[in-house]
């Protein structure tokens, strides 16, 4: 009889011990908290170690919980924009109208761009005889002239800047049907083909 009272007092204190970090942690006062806990007194009582992982476990729990309310009370403000100085960056000349230029007369295919180089020439990547025409893709979209081969022309041609006439040409075989070009500022040229 003794054994089971004192047993019933380690159960209580654990249970008590229990309600009291249980209260600390969730806010709650110690009377409301007490009559969950009462039912998990013997389980903790031969245990204290299990007792204090549950204990471990719901301050985890409380520190998240505050966490989160923390980041919902607070407003998030973004830090306002600074302007961006460009200055240093290097512009691509700005076209203009040259009277009687080019000065030797060109046919090119369908031009698909044009582009300036470092040297400030411009470069111009054109279709030579081959037209993108209806029938050129199917309704799959798959490109229907693969049979006729590469485009034989040079279809890369760079002009003088000062008289238009044909500086350099390359591309000649390589493409099926010229798409876009860029010239990035070191002068690395790419090319894109349908």
Partial sequence: MMAAAAQKQVSMAAVILMAVLVAMVTGREVPQALPQYEAMGSRFA???????????????????????????????????????????????PKPRAVDNWPHESHEFGQVTAVSINRDGNPVIFHRGHRTWTAESFNATNHYQLIADGPIEDSTILTLSAATGAVIDESGGGIFYMPHGMTIDRNGNMWLTDV
């Fill in 46 to 92: 031969d245990n204290p170690l299990r007792l204090m992982n549950q204990y471990y476990e719901l301050m985890k729990a409380r520190r998240l919980e505050d966490a989160i309310n923390e980041l919902e009370q607070e407003e998030y403000q973004p830090e306002p924009l600074k302007p961006v100085d460009t200055s240093h960056l290097d512009s691509p």
